[in-house]
């Protein structure tokens, strides 16, 4: 079993700073790409920010310059750094990873950290 626990959300002001963390634990062999996703109420959830195993990272257009995901690979950890924060930027933020839990089996399974809520006022 795997398990993912997300921390680091809060209240900020306009152009303010956070840091979100996302510990995996568990049985874990590998872990592919490690990805943020947001979600508002209404809303369908928006993948914001994603790294693969090999360091590559993309980002949505509306975060790209403000936001960074990294990753701690001794950890099994993935951080997103977030800068110069919006209103726009509020929302329920969820991390997502692709993981191997057997040496024999390459089956991926998908998981889901239990969202942790980011809100900038303006």
């Known amino acids: 079993q795997v398990q993912l626990v997300e921390s680091g959300g809060g209240l900020v002001q306009a152009g303010g700073s956070l840091r979100l963390s996302c510990a995996a634990s568990?049985?874990?062999?590998?872990?592919?790409?490690m990805n943020w996703y947001r979600q508002t109420p209404g809303k369908q959830r928006e993948l914001v920010a994603s790294?693969?195993?090999?360091?590559?990272?993309t980002y949505v257009d509306s975060v790209k310059g403000r936001f960074t995901i990294s990753t701690d690979s001794a950890k099994n950890t993935v951080y997103l750094q977030m800068n110069s924060l919006k209103p726009e930027d509020t929302a329920v933020y969820y991390c997502?990873?692709?993981?191997?839990?057997?040496?024999?089996?390459?089956?991926?399974?998908?998981?889901w950290g239990q969202g942790t809520q980011v809100t900038v006022s303006s």
């Open positions: 997502n990873m692709g993981i191997r839990s057997s040496i024999i089996s390459g089956a991926v399974s998908n998981y």
């Open positions: 790294i693969t195993s090999s360091g590559s990272t």
């Open positions: 568990g049985r874990i062999f590998s872990i592919n790409a």
